[in-house]
């Protein structure tokens, strides 16, 4: 446990050492914990591990996008989804969103909406390879949390296999605010001021759903005792702002500044998409380090089992004091 002297000066807790949440960590905390996380993104190569992500992610994204256009096609028509893609201009880089809708528009084109038995068949098949992908972010998110993968072959599998199901679901999710949640407010007899108000509220949930998928994936994914909601959140609200404003960002230079298709030709879209894979897949890593150093800044246990004494929680995390600033300092020297 490191050091704290200034602590002990005080006479109080100035740094957050006895927090029961993030929120009663004060500034000269969240200074050490922002010190740490730049430490540990170099120290465990995180650059480096969400280009693996990417690889993997980029492999897992198109059986992903069949078992998306299957299970939206027992429901509404397929052919829709496609169109939903093109409304998330800006967020999305052009040349992206183009293979991606390319690719909807086929397997909407072969998509008949039946549930027989080849359709199951293909449905399971395509959820399994797109869980593969999410066996690289299972794998770079117990790098993240410093935690050795210890489950068994069945249970790691199923894990990524809901955890990619319950993606998909946010996918049709988010579709249904994109959507459905427009049409409904014309539909509806409402006044002009009410949908205005409603349709305002269309990207605050699009937000809200990505910030629940993350919170998710941070909970469930690491192997380790789940961490309690409120020691998640900072990590996911954090990625959220710093994806969006990286892909808002990132859309606003590839449009008008970067010249892709000239360097890398008929593949510029393709490295289009890797860049933008990549810059989330870092974004997803650097929400879980964040995560993983506020837990570290207090003494309780942050951990859904109760209050266990430090090296007893089933987690790195929860069972490490990280140093502070100052400590950090003089251990360099």
């Not at 998306?68 to 992206?96: A, C, F, H, K, R």
């Not at 949390?145 to 998909?168: C, D, P, V």
């Not at 230079?253 to 810059?279: I, P």
């Amino acid at each position: 446990m490191p050091n704290d002297q200034s602590t002990r000066r005080s006479g109080r807790d100035s740094r957050g050492r006895e927090a029961e949440r993030p929120q009663d960590i004060p500034p000269r905390g969240w200074k050490d914990i922002l010190s740490r996380v730049w430490q540990e993104i170099s120290d465990n190569s995180i650059f480096l591990v969400a280009g693996g992500v990417t690889y993997a992610v980029l492999l897992a994204l198109f059986p992903a996008l069949a078992a998306l256009v299957s299970i939206y096609g027992l429901v509404l028509d397929p052919g829709q989804i496609e169109q939903q893609v093109n409304t998330l201009s800006g967020v999305l880089p052009d040349e992206t969103k183009k293979m991606i809708a390319d690719e909807l528009h086929q397997l909407a084109s072969a998509s008949n909406g039946a549930l027989g038995i080849g359709a199951v068949i293909a449905l399971l098949f395509a959820l399994w390879s797109a869980s593969r992908g999410m066996s690289g972010m299972i794998n770079a998110l117990d790098i993240a949390y410093e935690q050795k993968e210890t489950r068994s072959f069945f249970k790691y599998n199923l894990i990524a296999l809901l955890l990619t199901l319950g993606m998909i679901v946010g996918g049709l999710v988010v579709i249904a605010l994109v959507a459905v949640l427009p049409a409904a407010v014309q539909f509806i007899g409402f006044s002009k001021t009410t949908k205005w108000l409603l349709l305002l509220l269309e990207w605050p949930l699009l937000i809200a759903v990505v910030i629940i998928g993350l919170a998710a994936l941070y909970r469930y994914a690491p192997d380790r005792r789940e961490a309690k909601w409120r020691w998640i959140t900072p990590g996911s609200i954090a990625a959220t702002v710093l994806w969006l404003i990286g892909s808002l960002a990132f859309t606003v230079y590839v449009s008008n500044f970067a010249s892709y298709n000239k360097t890398y030709g008929s593949l510029g879209g393709v490295v289009v998409m890797l860049t933008w894979l990549y810059l989330s897949a870092f974004v997803v890593l650097f929400g879980a380090v964040i995560n993983a150093q506020a837990e570290r800044q207090t003494r309780r246990d942050s951990t859904v089992d109760g209050d266990k004494p430090l090296g007893k929680r089933g987690a790195y995390a929860a069972d490490t004091v990280g140093p502070s600033t100052e400590d950090q300092k003089s251990d360099r020297k």
